[in-house]
Each structure stands twice: as C-alpha cells, then as structure tokens.
Antibody
Framework: QVQLQESGPGLVKPSETLSLTCAVS?????????WGWIRQPPGKGLEWIGS???????YYNPSLKSRVTISVDTSKNQFSLKLSSVTAADTAVYYC?????????????WGQGTLVTVSS | DIQMTQSPSSLSASVGDRVTITCQAS??????LNWYQQKPGKAPKLLIY???NLETGVPSRFSGSGSGTDFTFTISSLQPEDIATYYC?????????FGQGTRLEIK
C-alpha cells in the first residue's frame, strides 16, 4: 500500500522560506510516476503547486513558479517543496500526492496533509 | 490558464436523491477531467478519472460523464456517508487546476 507523509515546520515567519518533505513508503519513487504538492487554505479550495518526476523533471503552477522549488531524493524515497518569500496568503494545509500522468493525469494517493501557518 | 467553473457551490439533498454537479472548462480539455471527494479534515480521494472511469473500490452509485468543456458528476442515490465537498480537476498542457468545490449536505 502506497503511503505518503508530509513533515516540516508548522509555523513560518513572513518573508522566509517554507520547507516541507514528503516521505513515500510502499512504492519506490525511482519506479516512476510524478509526485506533486497541492495546498488548501483554511476553508477554501485546492490549489496545485507543482510536480516532479523521479528523474527530476518539474512543472509548476505559473502563479507560484517564481517562488517554488520541488526536488526529489530517490535514495531516501522522498521529495521536497520549498516556497520562498511567504506571506499570510501562503497559510494552508499542504498535501503531497502521487500523480499518475499518461494520457490522463490524476492524483491517486495522498498524504494526510500538514498545516503551515505564516505568522510572525 | 484553463479555468474550471464548478456548480453549484453548495447543495442540500435527501438520502436516496439523485445528485448532479457540473464542471465547465474555459476551453476544450478533451476528457482530461477527474473528480475527488473530500471529507472534513481529510485528504481528497479520487473517485472518477478521465471523465467517466470509476476508480477501483469506489461505489457504483458515483459516475461521471462529458467531454470537451462540459462535465457532469452524479450520485445516483445519495447515502449519508457521501456528505463531503466534491472537486473537479483538469489537466492540460502541463497545468493542473481544480474547480472551486461543491459542498454537499443532507437535507
């Protein structure tokens, strides 16, 4: 059974960089699939942040692209998110997910999510 | 960017009712449309992929249809455990967007 688990600080100061890691178990990242980050501000809808392939190829939401970096560490079977210059608008539950990408593209396994609050 | 317009934003229905949610894309996305269910405090769960394909293990009362710009998600007979928020999601040209969500409540 594929499982994903987000980890990282729950509180980040404005203008600093948010850093999260997603540990994957039950499946080797090196075997394929894209791996994505999605966020959800409190009481609001879902926003895709970006995705990475096991080779390191990435694609990002154009609205966040200038501030986002997603990387993968196949030796640790995990991938990471960095979001720079955060503001209160970046306060959200952050989810990592496995992304099936072929002729169709969907997220089939999700982590439980981690709340990150941006506040001084 | 492709925009997704999902409606209604909220819906109240009785157990046993047929429930329909629609999602409209701002341009043709073929059948690149998925539907998710999210219960409070939980991660979204994939229900329908590629507009009309039921994910393994999902009850057959859930279905999806449509192509191009207009899509429909249906629950044929609403059950108490279906109370959740439902989202559509499109994929096109290395860009992913979600609809605004439909909050489903029991009447």
């Amino acid at each position: 059974q594929v499982q994903l688990q987000e980890s990282g600080p729950g509180l980040v100061k404005p203008s600093e960089t948010l850093s999260l890691t997603c540990a994957v178990s039950g499946y080797s990242i090196s075997s394929g699939y894209y791996w994505g980050w999605i966020r959800q501000p409190p009481g609001k809808g879902l926003e895709w942040i970006g995705s990475i392939y096991h080779s390191g190829s990435t694609y990002y939401n154009p609205s966040l692209k200038s501030r986002v970096t997603i990387s993968v560490d196949t030796s640790k079977n995990q991938f990471s998110l960095k979001l720079s210059s955060v503001t209160a608008a970046d306060t959200a539950v952050y989810y990592c997910a496995r992304e099936y990408s072929s002729s169709v593209d969907y997220f089939d396994y999700w982590g439980q999510g981690t709340l990150v609050t941006v506040s001084s | 960017d492709i925009q997704m317009t999902q409606s209604p934003s909220s819906l109240s229905a009785s157990v046993g009712d047929r429930v329909t949610i629609t999602c409209q894309a701002s341009q043709d996305i073929s059948n690149y449309l998925n539907w998710y269910q999210q219960k409070p405090g939980k991660a979204p769960k994939l229900l329908i992929y590629d507009a009309s394909n039921l994910e393994t293990g999902v009850p057959s009362r859930f279905s999806g249809s449509g192509s191009g710009t207009d899509f429909t998600f249906t629950i044929s007979s609403l059950q108490p455990e279906d109370i959740a928020t439902y989202y559509c999601q499109q994929y096109d040209n290395l860009s992913i967007t979600f609809g605004q969500g439909t909050r489903l409540e029991i009447k």
